[in-house]
C-alpha cells in the first residue's frame, strides 16, 4: 500500500514520495495574532496534527514547523483602539491559541516561528531578490516583480488578467503606496515606516516585512530550501502561496514545496463564518457551551479535509453522539479488562486486518472519515459484547479476541488524536463497588423482599443506582444488573 496525496500545485493526486527517505519537513502557515481563534482555525490546526501523526504511524520521522504572524495591519488596528501595542496584543492571542489548542489536544508542532524573530532572514531573502532583478525599492518600500517570474499563477492556476488588488482582504484597495509600483500586480516585500508604526532598521530606511516575504523566510531558516509538504487554509492559495512560491523560487531557483495541501472552508448553518452575520463561532466559545473537544474532532475529521464542512447543531449533535460510542468501546478494557483476565502487556495484540483496513483508507489522500468507520466498526463489537458480559455473565467473543480489538482501538484512536477517560465520579462508584460486593447487596434486597421488608428492598436499589449500578428484575426472581 503507498500513501497518495492530492497535490494543488499538479491539481491531482500523486503517491507520497519524500525528498529524504523516512524524513518528512512541514510547513504550516499558522494564525495571525489579532482576534481568538475561530472554527476554520479549528479545522485546520486539527487537520494538519493528524496528518503528522499518521505519518508518524506510518513511519516517518516528521520535523512539523508551524508559524505566528505578529506583524500586521490588523494586530496594529487593534492594538490602536484598546491603546496598547503590537507585542501586547501579538502576546496575548498568542497565549490564547496555545489554550484553545490543548483543550482541543492538538499536539504542539517542533516549532512556532514568528515574523519579528525572523527579520534577519527576511531581509536577506528581500536584498538576495533585489539584486536578482526581482525586487525594486520605491520611497522606503520595496516590491515584488510579478512579471520578472514567468511561472507566477501555477498553485492558484490564475493568470495576470485574473489578478485583483486587495485579495483575501490584505491589500489595500487604492491608496497613495499604488503610485509607487511599476505594476499594479506587484506586491510589497518590505513597507517604509508609517507615524507611530513599529518599524525595523533596513538598508531600504526603516520599515516592517510585508506579509508573504515571513513565511518564505522562516520556511528557508527552519527547514531549507525545498520542504517536502506545505500545508494551510484554502483561502491561502492566492495570493498568499502563490507569492510564497514566487519570492522563494525566484532566489533558490528550486521548488520551494514538493506538495501543497489545503484544507477547505468551514461554513455555518451553509454561510461564510462572519461577525457581520452573526454566526462567527470562537473554538472557546463552543467549547464553554460546553462541548466535549473529542465531539468536535470527531465533526472534524468525519469530513475529507480539502472539501468544504458546515457546522450545525445538527451535526455538533450527531458528533457528539458518534463519539460516545467510540468513547464507550475505549473504555472498554478499563472496565472489563480485569474480569476478562487481561494482563497488563509491554507488547499486547493488535488485529492486522484492521490495522491494514485503516491504512488502506487513510493512505487515499488522508482519508480519515474512513479510518474512522474502521474505530467505529471495532467500538460497536466492544459495546456489543460488554451488554452481553453485563447481562449473561461472559461475552460471546473470546476474551483473547476482544482483549485484540480493545488494543487496536487504543492504537488507532491515537493516530486519529481520540482519548477517553472514565469520570472521576464514575471511577469512585467502579473502584468503591467489587463484583462481588454488588452481588452481596442484591442478596440482601432479595432476602428483604422475601421478608416483605420493601421499604429496605428499595432503600438498596436505590443506593445501588446512586453509585452507577442499574438492577434489572427479570423472571424468575432472578436480578441482573450492569454498571451506568
Known sequence: MSLTLYNTLSRRKEPFEPLENGKVRMYCCGITTYDYCHLGHGRTCLVWDVVRRYLEWRGYSVKYVQNFTDIDDKILNRARKEGSSMEEVAERFIAAYFEDMERLAISPADTYPRATHTLDGIKRLVYELEQKGYAYPARGDVYFSVRQFPSYGKLSGRNLEDLQAGASGRVEVENPEAAKKKDPFDFALWKASKPEEPSWESSWGPGRPGWHIECSAMVREHLGETIDIHVGGNDLIFPHHENEIAQSEAVTGKPLAKYWLHTGMVKVGGEKMAKSKGNFITIRDLLDRP??????????????????????????????????????????????????????????????????????????????????????????????????????????????????????????????????????????????????????????????????????????????????????????????????
Open 291 to 484: 462541548v466535549d473537544p473529542m465531539a468536535v474532532r470527531l465533526f472534524i475529521l468525519n469530513a475529507q479535509y480539502s472539501k468544504p464542512l458546515d457546522f450545525t447543531d445538527e451535526s455538533l449533535e450527531a458528533a457528539s453522539n458518534g463519539w460516545q460510542t467510540l468513547k464507550e468501546g475505549l473504555l472498554f478494557g478499563q472496565k472489563y479488562g480485569n474480569k476478562l483476565g487481561w494482563d497488563d502487556r509491554e507488547n499486547p495484540p493488535l488485529s492486522t486486518n484492521h490495522l491494514q483496513q485503516f491504512q488502506k483508507a487513510v493512505d487515499n489522500d488522508f482519508n480519515f472519515a474512513g479510518g474512522l468507520a474502521i474505530l467505529f466498526e471495532i467500538a460497536k463489537e466492544l459495546n456489543t459484547q460488554a451488554n452481553i458480559l453485563v447481562h449473561e455473565g461472559k461475552t460471546k467473543t473470546s476474551s483473547r479476541k476482544l482483549e485484540e480489538l480493545w488494543h487496536t482501538l487504543i492504537n488507532l484512536a491515537d493516530v486519529l488524536g481520540f482519548n477517553a477517560q472514565i469520570e472521576e465520579n464514575v471511577k469512585e462508584k467502579l473502584d468503591g463497588l467489587t463484583d462481588e460486593e454488588i452481588e452481596t447487596e442484591i442478596q440482601k434486597r432479595a432476602d428483604a423482599r422475601k421478608a416483605k421488608n420493601y421499604a429496605e428492598s428499595d432503600r438498596i436499589r436505590d443506593e445501588l443506582q446512586n453509585r452507577g449500578i442499574i438492577l434489572i428484575d427479570k423472571p424468575g426472581g432472578v436480578t441482573a444488573w450492569r454498571r451506568k
